[in-house]
């Protein structure tokens, strides 16, 4: 009888417990927050290579008609790498 009593107070001290963990939960939003803060820096940062890719272009071109009016043989275009799209 003893034996029996005492198992089941372990085992109703323990469902207690394991009822009151939220910790699963905190990670999982936690994981999502830091999931949505990265995406955002990815974004950002395909923005910025996307103006720099624009920058060099206008640069280039300028540089193209510098040539042209001195009347120098323009220099080749720089490859430029095309935007990533979003994953």
């Known amino acids: 009888m003893n034996k029996s009593l005492s198992l089941a ?7 207690g417990l394991a009822a009151c963990d939220s910790g699963s939960e905190n990670k999982k939003q936690d994981a999502q927050e830091h999931a949505n803060e990265a995406q955002e820096h990815a974004n950002k940062a395909a923005e910025e290579q ?23 043989t323009p220099p080749p275009p720089a490859a430029t790498p095309a935007p990533e799209a979003n994953k």
């Open 9 to 15: 107070l372990i085992l109703a001290a323990s469902m």
């Open 50 to 72: 996307s103006k720099a890719v624009e920058d060099t272009n206008e640069a280039n071109q300028e540089a193209a008609e510098e040539a042209k009016d001195d009347g120098q």
